[in-house]
C-alpha cells in the first residue's frame, strides 16, 4: 500500500486548507484511514481519524475546525482544515491501519502505512 499526501502550504491564521490522501495498491477490506501530525522534538499527534465503519474522530484541539472526509470508491481520505492557527503548524501525515480487536486509532503505532508528510504553514 501506498499513500500519498497533498495539499499543505502557506495559509495566513483564519484561513483554510484541504488535504488529500490517495491510497494506492492492496487497499481492498476494511481499514481506518487519519491524519496525524508532527512538529520538531515532538511525537506524532493524532488530528483526525475515519475508522473503516464510518465513525469520525477529532482531537480536540481541532474539534469544530477540521472535518475529515473519505471516498473509498477512490480511496482517498481528505483533512478541510478552517480558522487555521499558527499552534496547527506541522508536517501532517495521513496513516493507513488494519483493524484489529487492540487497534487504538488515536496511536501512531497502531498504524501500518504512512504518507510522506505534507507541511503546514500558518503565518500569524
Known amino acids: 500500500v501506498q499513500l500519498q499526501a497533498s495539499g499543505g502550504g502557506l495559509v495566513q491564521a483564519g484561513g483554510s486548507l484541504r488535504l488529500s490522501c490517495a491510497a494506492s495498491g492492496r487497499t481492498a477490506g476494511a481499514y481506518h484511514m487519519a491524519w496525524f501530525r508532527q512538529t520538531p522534538g515532538k511525537e506524532r499527534e493524532f488530528v483526525a481519524s475515519?475508522?473503516?465503519?464510518?465513525?469520525?474522530d477529532y482531537a480536540d484541539s481541532v474539534k469544530g475546525r477540521f472535518t475529515i472526509s473519505r471516498d473509498n470508491a477512490e480511496n482517498t481520505v481528505h483533512l478541510r482544515m478552517n480558522s487555521l492557527k499558527p499552534e496547527d503548524m506541522a508536517v501532517y501525515y495521513c496513516?493507513?491501519?488494519?483493524?484489529?480487536?487492540?487497534?487504538?486509532?488515536?496511536?501512531?503505532?497502531?498504524?501500518?502505512?504512512w504518507g510522506q508528510g505534507t507541511l503546514v504553514t500558518v503565518s500569524s
Open positions: 496513516a493507513l491501519g488494519i483493524p484489529s480487536y487492540s487497534f487504538n486509532v488515536y496511536n501512531f503505532r497502531s498504524y501500518d502505512y
Open positions: 475515519s475508522w473503516s465503519g464510518g465513525r469520525t
